[in-house]
């Protein structure tokens, strides 16, 4: 069976967690723009150099680079059997420039997950995050490492996301609320949104994944 499903869902609702543990179990590609973006960041090319100043700022970056990216991300092989997309589309802009995807390409959407998340604990799980190299996640806050800043896993160096200040993150807040937020509502009236309790633990939020989309692992 392929799986296509977008992930929605305000910035610290966990979405990133849960869409990379799905697509493991389901045995398909995480495609998650807020990474491929950072990685453009990270090589310093020309669409990394444009989205960084949006992306410092919890603004959107500009949706022409945004879907140019997706596009050929989509067209991939491996995506051929299926994808969760964490954080596209954002806005109603790129939701209809994903409509002329779809219809372009013959990609059909199957769900769009909505992971609900109190928002006075949003800023709290995006300031406090850090991360390692090797995948692991940590909130020193929440869920701190043994020692501070090196990973209990791997003993790397962790990390944190240029953008997870408190500054920028209730900005990114802002911003979701203005150009993501009407997506549900886009969504619902398209009878494809499953919405799902984030306030609970990390293996219950995947528990109710399964179950609202009707999945189960890929052995
Ligand atoms: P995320 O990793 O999903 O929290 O995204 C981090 C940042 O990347 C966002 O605050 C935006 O600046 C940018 N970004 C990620 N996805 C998109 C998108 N679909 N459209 C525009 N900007 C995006």
Sequence with gaps: MTTRVIFLGAPG????????????????PHIDTGSMLREEIALQSEEGKLAESFM???Q?????????????????????????????????EQAQMFEDIMSETGIV?????????????????MAFRKSCVCGEKYNTKFKAPKVEDVCDKCGAALTQRADDNVETA????????????????YYTEKNLVRNVNGNQEIDKILADI?????????K
């Design 56 to 58: 410092n700022q919890g």
């Design 210 to 218: 399964l179950s609202v989309l009707g999945v189960s692992a890929v």
């Design 170 to 185: 209730a900005k990114r807040i802002e911003t979701y609320k203005k150009e993501t937020e009407p997506l549900i509502n």
């Design 13 to 28: 609702c966990g979405k990133g967690t849960q869409a990379s543990q799905l697509a493991k179990l389901l045995n398909i």
């Design 109 to 125: 959407i199957q769900h769009v997950l909505n992971i609900e998340v109190d928002e006075n604990i949003l800023i709290d799980r």
């Design 60 to 92: 959107l970056a500009p949706a022409t680079l945004v879907v140019r990216i997706i596009k050929n991300r989509l067209l991939r092989d491996d995506a051929q059997k299926g994808f969760i997309l964490d954080g596209f589309p954002r806005s109603p």
